[in-house]
């Protein structure tokens, strides 16, 4: 079988809708870097552009948008519902399409399973939570303001307690989560794809000081592959079935992410690099006012 031409690949969400393998994160980029990158990832073949109300820079993501002269009907957008929003999920979709300068988001997430309360972010609300969320963003699609509706940071419990819900109708079309081969989460993976969600990856590369970037088994493949260790990292990803959103603000690194095409990685170093016994996160729960990860998904 030939390998994919991956920069060109999109995943079918259980919407129907096809949602680029490839995307653009922007999380934790400095203010005026997240215009550029947007503009040079759209010239460079990214259709996917991945942003939230909680990294402040919905914006500089419309600016860059429009600095790329891509049309906005052959971009992928998401976009997230922040923990204090929770109560206001009709504001915060206004909010972020206000900020973006679009119509329409493809896909609009709620950021985490945490209602946190606005007036003292170390509380969650006594009287809702992420279940009533859920219950508000069913509505949104049928306005056309959102293409798909999707959850991130989801543990299979909470997964659980959403389909338990009687109010729950509109399956997620994604969990947007943290994964590489230090936190594979193979349960939750697994979990995801029976029940029909797609899982977007994000942390991918894990992150600047962490055990991956000094990995002896993720160089070894590199250097026989004749591939940089984030390419690798990457394409463990999308052969795992999940879509990936890199993020760099760096144009040339942005365009070296996106040497996709036309390899693949052995069954034997998908195995290895899956295999990898150190563990981290990049992103923990510790700053919120509830514990949203459960070590269920080891």
Known sequence: MAAKNWTKETFTLNTGSKIPA???????SQP????????????AGYRHIDTAFAYGNEAEVGEGIKDSGVPREDIWITTKLDNPWHKRVEEGINSSLKSLGVDYVDLYLMHWPSSTDP?????HYPDWDFKDTWAEMQKLPASGRVKNIGVS???????????????????????????HPNNPSPKLVDYCKEKGIHVTAYSCLGSTNSPLQSDKTLHKIAEA????????????????????????????????????????LTDDEMKQLS????????????WLPVKVFFGDDE
């Open 22 to 28: 490839i995307g653009l994160g922007t999380w934790q």
């Open 32 to 43: 005026n870097e997240v215009r550029n990158a947007v503009k040079v990832a759209l010239q």
């Open 119 to 123: 007036s003292d972010l170390k509380k």
């Open 153 to 179: 940071n989801f543990a299979i419990k909470n997964l659980e307690k959403l389909f338990a819900d009687e109010r729950t109708k509109t399956t997620p079309a994604v969990n947007q989560i943290e994964l």
């Open 225 to 264: 592959k004749g591939k940089s260790p984030s390419l690798v990292l990457l394409m463990w990803g999308l052969q795992r079935g999940t879509s990936v959103i890199p993020k760099s603000v760096t144009a040339s690194r942005i365009q070296s992410n996106f040497e996709l095409d036309g390899w693949e």
């Open 275 to 286: 295999s990898l016994p150190d563990r981290f996160k990049v992103c923990g729960d510790s």
